[in-house]
């Protein structure tokens, strides 16, 4: 069921539904003159991993930072398993029951890599570990409920050896890791994945679809990613944006051969033989990041 009838309409039966975790509907963000998004709308079912694609300045991370809270709509709402939320800042998220991961990664360099992802765990610790550092007696047994846990997700992500290193020390895909373990540990219901593959090789990119399909049963994901290869191999449904609209919805085969997607996209000269959207189609357009200003002056409000 789809929160959103052919015509763009609300759907409200669909809306209410169960079977929606996150909905963004008519979302417009406008940037001084700049229409950043224009009535865009997104759900993100129980279980699915959703991801968002388009080409540079299309919306996608305006689109991730009003469904983290960081940027406010200017219309559209956002409705969280059927509750609409107003307001939304990034702080009210965990109690929610969503975690997110940033490009940049904010992790803590003076404390090690377990106390940065026990840090990510205010959802469930009573006192909380930043109780803990400061000694109040009554955290000592959710400390260790809290330290256990999060020594169980660095074993899920394979980095339970780099526990008591600094988070300084360690190579970037290792720091991505441990940041996307500092989401888990709150065991959220819906994980914000904002561009996650950035910086990886090929194979660190092929562990990172496995850890993310690994999830999956657990938790929903919005996957905000320009790598095509890893948004077709994890994703059950993809929103694709560009100069700030929704141009296509659907499966990765039914995005992979939307005419207006391949457009976006530059068409055919970035499309594999079997008529695939290209992995690096941004990559081999020199003028797309111009475009960016071209579609300024199309978005001016
Ligand atoms: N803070 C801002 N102030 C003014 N304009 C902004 C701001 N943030 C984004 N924009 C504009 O909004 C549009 C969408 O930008 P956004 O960063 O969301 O796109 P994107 O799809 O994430 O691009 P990329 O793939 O290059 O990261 C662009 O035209 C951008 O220039």
């Not at 700049?34 to 709308?41: C, E, K, M, P, Q």
């Not at 194979?203 to 948004?231: C, P, Q, Y």
């Not at 008529?275 to 475009?291: C, E, K, T, W």
Request: glycine residues 10%; charged residues 25%.
């Amino acid at each position: 069921m789809s929160a959103f009838a052919p015509d763009g309409a609300p759907d409200r039966a669909a809306l209410a539904s169960p079977t929606t975790m996150l909905t963004l509907q008519d979302i417009t963000v406008r940037f001084g003159g700049i229409v950043a998004l224009d009535s865009v709308g997104l759900e993100v079912r129980p279980s699915e991993v959703h991801g968002v694609i388009g080409p540079n300045g299309a919306g996608k991370t305006t689109l991730f930072n009003v469904a983290c809270g960081f940027v406010q709509p200017s219309s559209g709402t956002i409705t969280w398993k059927g509750e609409q939320l107003n307001g939304l800042r990034p702080h009210h998220l965990a109690r929610h029951g969503i975690a997110r991961t940033l490009q940049g990664l904010g992790l803590f360099d003076g404390i090690s890599v377990l106390e940065n992802v026990m840090v990510g765990a205010d959802r469930h610790g009573r006192a909380g570990f930043w109780s803990g550092l400061l000694a109040i007696p009554r955290s000592t047994g959710d400390e260790k409920a809290l330290r256990e846990r999060s020594l169980d997700v660095l074993c899920e992500l394979d980095i339970e050896g780099y526990a008591d290193r600094s988070p300084a020390s360690l190579p970037y895909p290792i720091r991505k890791r441990v940041a996307l373990a500092r989401a888990l540990v709150s065991e959220p219901e819906l994980l914000l994945l904002d561009e996650p593959a950035s910086g990886l090789s090929e194979s660190e990119m092929a562990e990172l679809g496995d850890i993310i399909l690994g999830l999956s049963d657990r938790v929903s994901v919005m996957l905000v990613e320009h790598h095509m290869d890893l948004v077709m191999r994890v994703c059950s449904r993809i929103t694709v944006l560009d100069f700030g609209r929704v141009i296509a919805r659907g499966t990765p085969d039914e995005v992979r051969e939307d005419p207006a997607v391949l457009a976006a996209y530059l068409g055919n000269e970035v499309t594999h033989d079997d008529g695939g959207i290209d992995d690096d189609a941004d990559d081999r357009d020199p003028n797309r990041s111009l475009d960016r200003d071209d579609a300024n002056g199309d978005r001016r409000a």
